[in-house]
């Protein structure tokens, strides 16, 4: 399976100019005295696809982490549909229209796939039904398997009903953390066209990835952190043409996606 790219730029869900997530200033560490973000800053705007590229140790799922009330906010200010969301915890942040993917450990494995969508919406069960036939429209092979156990399913399978999960509280912005990690060049390129595919429906993504090529091309806009400040912004093309990102940063991330 290839990806393709010929209407990377097309939605089928008007962007607008309203603002749903704001990073500004946003500094951010694990361990005391030891920020991971200094003073980093994004928008994401009403069905916008936002990609978030960088190397290793640059501070990408941090912000994703941070966002989402896992990391200590030391400084500066994130905000979701205009309310500060800063110390928030998890499920609070669920109620206002946040998901969250990670990277590993990211389903029930001794759970059934049905289960597993049910945990995703222990605050609000009675939406089911309705969820369900959302997630299917994307994930269609995963209604026909609702009984199957997670433990048993590939990585990629995995990916999609860890997705899945995340959207069953119809999120307003739905956060990424690396979704084509460990996947064969396959089941990458399906996880690219799934995560486009969530965006074209409404939802409004972040997205952290380490195949910058294949994030780049999808996005509608990029951000490239380093030291975990945001360096580079601008549109998917174009920091896929720009010399410094090409020069800095392209050349050894994502290569495969050349």
């Known amino acids: 399976m290839t990806l393709d ?10 962007k607008t100019d309203a603002v749903v997530v704001e990073v500004t200033d946003l ?5 005391p005295g030891v920020n991971i973000l200094n003073s980093t800053n994004l928008i994401a705007r009403q069905g916008e696809l936002i990609g978030i590229i960088g190397p290793n140790g640059a501070g990408k799922s941090t912000l994703l982490k941070a966002i989402f009330g896992l990391v200590k906010v030391r400084g500066g ?16 942040l ?21 289960e597993n969508l049910q945990m995703g919406l222990y605050q609000n069960p009675k939406i089911y039904s309705e969820r369900l036939e959302f997630v299917t429209g994307i994930f269609a092979e995963l209604g026909k398997r609702l009984k199957q156990r997670a433990g048993s399913l590939s990585g990629g399978e995995r990916q999609m009903v860890a997705m899945s999960r995340a959207l069953m509280m119809n999120p307003s912005v739905l956060l990424l953390d ?9 089941r990458q390129d399906d996880a690219f066209i799934r995560v486009s595919d969530i965006n074209k429906a409404g939802v409004t993504t972040i997205m952290v ?3 910058a090529r294949r994030c780049l091309q999808i996005c509608d806009r990029g951000y490239v952190l380093d030291q975990g400040r945001d360096a580079y912004e601008g ?24």
Do not use: C, W
Not at 5 to 14: N, W
Not at 81 to 92: F, Q, R
């Open 94 to 114: 669920v109620q206002r229209g946040v998901a969250f993917v990670p990277q590993t450990n990211n389903v029930f494995p001794s759970l059934s796939i049905e």
């Open 178 to 186: 690396e979704p084509s990690a460990g996947l064969s060049p396959v």
């Open 77 to 92: 200010e994130i905000t979701v549909n205009g309310e500060s969301i800063v110390g928030l915890k998890a499920d609070k």
């Open 27 to 31: 500094v951010a560490g694990y361990l």
């Open 235 to 258: 549109s998917g093309r174009d920091l896929l043409n720009d010399p410094k990102v090409i020069g800095l940063y392209l050349g050894t991330l994502g290569a495969d996606g050349v």
């Open 209 to 211: 990835e380490q195949n």
């Open 5 to 14: 790219m010929s209407h990377a730029g097309e939605r089928s869900v008007a």
